[in-house]
């Protein structure tokens, strides 16, 4: 015959399965918007989801709203009639270690924004970037832009040129309107002027890639509290695992998987956390706190466990009649796990032996604590106390497996 103590004994082991499922397993999400302070370009929503396993190899789901479709021009080449000139403004070469050379992103009203990151042999001067017409730097060809049946005049004019400083470092950026989109841009060529006018390098534009990762802070309301990657370095002994996390920049909304993250982190240490998204400049443009999921698994007990209908349950189980459900959620659980915690002694002395164990247990179903739902099927009655621990274990099993 069930007793209370048979209640209580599968709602202990449902939540303190419960609890480790919520510090190892389980999901996290992040609903996505602008990161604090952006102006301009930023996201307008879209998430990112965890799964977390047994061990620390993430995946990650995400969709990205309000993305700049961008473009990057790499790889500076001097143009061949340059050399033959024997002009020399070009040298080694424009980008040098650390530039980032070209990008240009596609705004939603039909301008662009042009950005410029490279190092001249010019200093302290100005000179033309412009996107051309052709397709290889072998044919560079006219300024490209729309000019709606010649009713617009060139829009490359005196404001879009590189500006260097007394180093020859040449960064900034300016908008052009009445050009051509992120499809018809796609695959043309940028020619660098040097400061005489003459065409002197040329490099292809293709599809540029962004970023999103998990950052150290805890908030998305104050920019100066986001911080930089979260990892474990294990004292600076393992390099950033996010660095690779990138997606391509081809459209206003974006979505994909990440096979795997090892942060060397699991699901409790990621709670709370920041998820940022950055542009194909770099620049941080969107923000969003990792979150619990509320799932709702259904556990069916094993056949030797049976409730009559003259046993009152305690305050943790919602029913006690035969063929009928039993109910544990995630604040049952923190609460199960508080008292297995005390019920040790662990709350007077933390060093005793399994107290470690029962702290952690207590502390990740204290974070899991917010709807999280376990519901068990209660069916025939056990035969011997060593039936009913087994019970109580493949009830707490199933717990782990659901959430999983």
Known sequence: MMTKAVFAG????????????AEHM???QAAMGAYPGCADGCLTGGSVKATFGEDMNIPYEYTLEGVRPSLKAA??????AYEAANKTAFGA???AEGNKGVFVEHNADGTIEFHYDLTMNENSTTGGIHIHKGK???DPGPHYWDSKNNTVT??????????SGADGKAKGSFKVAEVYGFGDNTGRVVVVHDASGAKMACAVLGVASAGWHVHVGTTCDVAAEVGGHYWDSKNDTVADPWTVVKFNAEAATVSGNVASVNDGYGRAAHLGHAVVV????????GCGVLKATAVAPKVTAPANVTAPANVTAPANVTTVAAATTVTVNAKDAAEAATKAYTDAGCDKDATKTGCADLKKKKDAADAAAGGIATTVAVT???SSASQLASGAAIAAAAVVAALC
Not at 154 to 163: E, P, R, S
Not at 278 to 285: E, F, N, V, W
């Open 93 to 95: 070469g424009i980008e």
């Open 75 to 80: 790889k500076f080449a001097v143009l061949a």
């Open 26 to 28: 389980g999901v996290l």
């Open 380 to 382: 025939t009655a056990p």
């Open 154 to 163: 060139d829009t490359w004019g005196a404001d879009t040129k590189w500006a």
């Open 136 to 138: 290889s730097c072998d």
């Open 278 to 285: 950055h542009s194909a400049t770099g620049a941080r443009i």
């Open 10 to 21: 599968l709602a202990l082991a449902g939540a303190l399965a419960l609890a480790d499922a």
